[in-house]
Structures are given as structure tokens and as C-alpha cells.
């Protein structure tokens, strides 16, 4: 028989479901209660992102930056220790913030002005970034987590990576190469995202 | 560990056992099996001689995944408890590899927790595309276990296999290391494997052999026995796979009969029963697995008869 039909998916990772889930525990133990200035960094960044001021779209980019690169080096700090490709994933994050701070300047900033009437990207848009920052941390309590494991925005990769999606699918871009500027902006997270559903569909099938 | 004298080791500790421990400790030996007051283990050890003439216990311990921690405190306090149900067991074989995250520093965090220099066989590997980081890691493989000299290194999946056999056995040959090893778990590798075997002076040879994986038995068992080169069952649940699957399963009363007392004990019991196999790795996170894995390391052997009957019920399940 060949061995390499006795492998499953879960053989493809170098952990197990429990390491992975006691990252999500150890990091919001080892930082709270700073959640609750992350929280406040947060709400600063949405409001200042739905405001009229240019300045304040500037801000409001810089600090989704800053989230990215925290994550970068917070989150996959600690993720490293279990999984050797996670330097390259905390790259990837690397350059979601870089991205970012380009479009603080000398792009227009971060502005959440959608039309009247919301076309339907708007609307995809909220769902996802009320998805990321409300409904995913929610679903992991749900699905069983203690309270300190479940995955917060700004903490962890997946609620960061679906909220900015979404803030970036409201976001008004500039007419010119606002098309590509957002595919640019949206590639990483994306990226981010598969990698994370592979890496669930192989613990989940442990 | 590598430089002391197994057999008086061994000795030592059969005798520590008897004496609930103390006399380990009294000898100097330092590292005294702690447990086995609750859980008496009655028998000898089976063991089997290795290339340079001394014994090894016959079921060792991997810990791919099972020991990727990290520097979880909690985790790795856990783990210490799994490492010493297998040293009080009588296990010396911990097989590792950088590959493995780290594992490598959290089985020296274990050992160092355990204290008392316990009578480890330290096998790790070596795992680099770049064919002159070879001392290297077997420095950092030192580092991390918190050893003055591996036992084994072996060349992982054979990756840049040629210079790193070389420097490896130069390190033998200059006493910086007591044996070397190749490894591999697919089956396309194996006549790579034998290649190396009958031209390269190794110590030991790690493949994947499990009662549902018996492609091993074809060339590479013949040829160890052969040579002399120590056989290294890897995966020998076919990463949890198979014991999952027995496990569903009620143990056979024929198999009680025959002196096998559990699954892990009848999966493992049948590689080790093979003449040409000196240790078989089952990797676990959890102490009450370790305690059932262990229980092959003792009681009889199935003989050839019953091989095939442990095969044949295999197979219908
Ligand atoms: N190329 C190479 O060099 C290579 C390749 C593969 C493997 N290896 C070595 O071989 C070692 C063994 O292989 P492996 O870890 O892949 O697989 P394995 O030992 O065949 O299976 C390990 C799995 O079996 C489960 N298990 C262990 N004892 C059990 C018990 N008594 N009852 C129920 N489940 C049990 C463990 O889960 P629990 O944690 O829940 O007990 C774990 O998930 C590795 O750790 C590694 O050191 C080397």
C-alpha cells in the first residue's frame, strides 16, 4: 500500500487543533486587559473613517494599518513557535500594513462615504466588517470556546482580515485606478483567508 | 546519557524499580523511575542490541505534533508528565526533529524538569537543504535537548543526504556522536533508502511500518537484518489513524489469551515481534495513552503463528 495514501489533512500540519486554540487563549490572557484599548482604537478608527475630514480618513488607514502589523507581530509571534511557516503568513500581514499606510498617504485615507442609495458592494461590505468585528468573535463561543479563546479583531488574523475586507469594500476609493487600488488592497487579506480555511479544513477533519 | 554505560544503567534502574526507587538515587545513577509505586510494572524490559552491542528498550516515543507546544506553560508541564510515564516505563528511545517546531526544546524543558539525568536516547535529525549546516544543528539539537552529545541524528527525509551522511560520520568517527541515521515515511523513497543502506556505513534506518503499512517487510527489514542496521518503526498507528479505527472494535479474547492486553499493545507487540525491528515511535500528548503504549514493552512476543492471525483479524475489521 502506498504511505501516501495513509496520510490525511490533518498530517499536513505540525500541530494539533488544541495547540492552535490555545494561541487565541494565550494571547488575549497575556494582553488583557489592553482589550479594552484595542476596543477603543478600534471604534476611533470606524468613526474617524466615517467621518468628513480628510485628515481624519488619513488616521483612520494608519491605525488599520498599525492593526495589521500588531497582528504581525503579536499573533504570529506566538503562532511561529508551533508552525515554521508562520514567519511568512506574519509577511504577508507585513505588507497588508505597508499597503495600508500607502493609502494613509499619499493615498486619500480610509473614508466610509457610501452613496445614496448603497450600491451592493456597500451592503456586502457592512455585512462582512459586522461579521468581523461582532458575529465571528460570537460564533467562537458559540462553537464552544471559553470566553479567552475566542478571536477578536485587531488580535486575531481571521476577524482582522474579514473586517478590513469589508471596511475596504465600503471604502470610496479614488475614480482613477480605484479598481485596482481596492484588488490590490483586498489580495492580502484574501490570501490570508484561504490559508486559514485550509488550515481549519485539515484540523477540523482531525 | 549518550556516554554512560547502558547496561549499568539498565541495571540500575531495574533495580531502582524493585526498591520503590530509592536505591536509584542512593547509586548515583540520580534519575530514579518515580511511579512505579502506583503502577508496578511486572517483567523485564524487552530490548533489543544495537549496532554497537548494547540494548535498547523496544518501544520508543516520537513527538511530531504530539510535543509542538510551544512555550506553553501549561502544555508543556503536561507533557513532562507524558515523557515521565514513558521513562518510568522503562523507555529510553525519543525521537524528534527540527522539522518538528518545538518539540525538540520542549522534550529538554520536559527533561530538565524531570531532572536527574534519566537514562535518554537522544534521536533527533537533521533537516536542512544547506549541506554544511550539518554541526550546526546537531549543536542546535544539543542546545535544545540540553545534552552534551545526541545518541542518534539521522538525515531527515533525506533531504541534501549526501554531505550531511558525510559530516555526520566524520562526527561519529570523531566521537561527537554515537550513531547515524536516515529516515523517511513514503514508500517512493525506499529504494533510495536500500541504496544508501548497502553502500553507507549507517547505524540506523527510520521508515513507516504499521500493521495497515507492510510494504517495510518487502526489502528494507530484510536488508537491516542483514546488515545490521537498526530498524526505526515510525508512525506505527499511521498517525493515530489505526488505533482510532481498532480502537471501535472489542479486543479479541484470543488475543487476551496470547498475553496482549490492549490495542496499542497488539499494534505495537506485532512490529516489535519482527527479528529485524529495534524500536517501534508511538507519539502521544496524553499520559493514559503512554501508559497503554508502554504496556508492549513488556509480556510475550507473538510468534509467527500469531502474526499472521493478528494480520488476518486486521484485515476483516
Ligand atoms: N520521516 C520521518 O522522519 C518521520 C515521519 C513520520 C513520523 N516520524 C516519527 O515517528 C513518530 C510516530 O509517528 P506519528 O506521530 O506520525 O504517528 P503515530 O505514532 O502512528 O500516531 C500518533 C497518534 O496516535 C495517537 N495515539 C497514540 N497512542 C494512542 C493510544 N494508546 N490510543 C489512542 N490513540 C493514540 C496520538 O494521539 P494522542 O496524542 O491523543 O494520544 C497521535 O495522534 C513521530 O512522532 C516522529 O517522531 C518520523
Redesign the pocket.
Known amino acids: 500500500m502506498d504511505t501516501w495514501l495513509s496520510y490525511r489533512p490533518t ?1 499536513l500540519l505540525m500541530f ?1 487543533p488544541g495547540s492552535y486554540a490555545r494561541l487565541f487563549e494565550r494571547l488575549n490572557e497575556a494582553i488583557w486587559p489592553g482589550h479594552w484599548l484595542l476596543a477603543g482604537l478600534v471604534l476611533a478608527m470606524l468613526s474617524l473613517a466615517a467621518s468628513r475630514h480628510e485628515a481624519a480618513h488619513r488616521v483612520a488607514a494608519a491605525l488599520l494599518a498599525a492593526a495589521w502589523g500588531w497582528v504581525a507581530w503579536r499573533f504570529f509571534g506566538l503562532y511561529a513557535e508551533i508552525n515554521l511557516a508562520a514567519p511568512w503568513f506574519a509577511g504577508l500581514f507585513v505588507i497588508q500594513a505597508a499597503a495600508l499606510l500607502l493609502l494613509a498617504w499619499p493615498g486619500p485615507g480610509l473614508a466610509l462615504e457610501p452613496p445614496a442609495p448603497p450600491r451592493t458592494r456597500h451592503w456586502l461590505g457592512l455585512g462582512l466588517a459586522l461579521w468581523g468585528l461582532l458575529l465571528h468573535p460570537f460564533a467562537w463561543l458559540v462553537a464552544g470556546r471559553a470566553p479567552a479563546g475566542t478571536e477578536l479583531v485587531a488580535i486575531a488574523p481571521d476577524p482582522t482580515a474579514i473586517t478590513t475586507i469589508g471596511l475596504l469594500l465600503m471604502a470610496r476609493l479614488p475614480r482613477r485606478r480605484g479598481v485596482l487600488l481596492r484588488g490590490l488592497l483586498l489580495t492580502p487579506p484574501a490570501i490570508w483567508l484561504a490559508i486559514s480555511a485550509l488550515t481549519w479544513w485539515a484540523l477540523l477533519s482531525a | 546519557m549518550a556516554e554512560t554505560d547502558l547496561s549499568r544503567r539498565r541495571a540500575l534502574q531495574l533495580a531502582a524499580a524493585g526498591l520503590g526507587g530509592t536505591l536509584g538515587a542512593a547509586l548515583g545513577s540520580g534519575w530514579a523511575p518515580a511511579s512505579l509505586g502506583a503502577e508496578p510494572l511486572d517483567g523485564e524490559c524487552i530490548t533489543r542490541p544495537l549496532p554497537d552491542g548494547q540494548d535498547l528498550p523496544a518501544i520508543g516515543m ?5 510535543f509542538n507546544v510551544g512555550s506553553d506553560p501549561e502544555a508543556r508541564t503536561q507533557r513532562t508528565e507524558v515523557l515521565r510515564a514513558f521513562l518510568d516505563a522503562g523507555g529510553e528511545l525519543v ?3 527540527p522539522m ?1 517546531g518545538s518539540s525538540e526544546a520542549v522534550v529538554g524543558h520536559a527533561l530538565a524538569e524531570i531532572g536527574g539525568n534519566p537514562p535518554v536516547f537522544a534521536a533527533s ?1 537533521v533537516w536542512t537543504p544547506d549541506g554544511d549546516a550539518t554541526a550546526e544543528q546537531v549543536a542546535q539539537s544539543e542546545r535544545r535537548w540540553g545534552l552534551a552529545r545526541m545518541d542518534l541524528m ?1 538525515v ?2 533525506l533531504v541534501a543526504w549526501e554531505p550531511h551522511l558525510e559530516h555526520l560520520l566524520d562526527m561519529r568517527e570523531q566521537g561527537r556522536l554515537r550513531f547515524v541515521g536516515i ?3 513514503h514508500g517512493r523513497r525506499h529504494a533510495e533508502i536500500e541504496r544508501i543502506m548497502r553502500e553507507w556505513p549507517i547505524d540506523f534506518v ?1 521508515a ?1 511500518y ?1 500493521l495497515a503499512n507492510r510494504e517495510a517487510e518487502e526489502r528494507l527489514l530484510p536488508l537491516a537484518g542483514e546488515r545490521g542496521i537498526a530498524f526505526i518503526a ?7 489513524r ?3 479505527r481498532v ?1 471501535r472494535h472489542p479486543f479479541p479474547d484470543w488475543a487476551l489469551e496470547a498475553g496482549l492486553t490492549n ?2 499493545d497488539f499494534l505495537l507487540k506485532f512490529l516489535i515481534a519482527h527479528p529485524a525491528v529495534t524500536c517501534a ?6 499520559v493514559e ?1 503512554m501508559r ?2 508502554m504496556t508492549a514493552l513488556r509480556g510475550p512476543l507473538p510468534d509467527e503463528r500469531l502474526r499472521r492471525r493478528m494480520a488476518e483479524h486486521l484485515r476483516a475489521r
Open positions: 498530517d494539533s | 516520537g513527538t511530531w505534533i504530539t525521537d524528534s526533529s518538528y535529525k539521522q531527515h527525509n529516515t523517511t515515511s527510520q513507516s504499521s515510525n508512525r506505527p498507528f499511521q498517525g493515530g489505526l488505533i482510532d480502537k490495542w496499542a515511535i508511538p507519539a502521544t500528548s496524553r495513552h497503554e503504549n
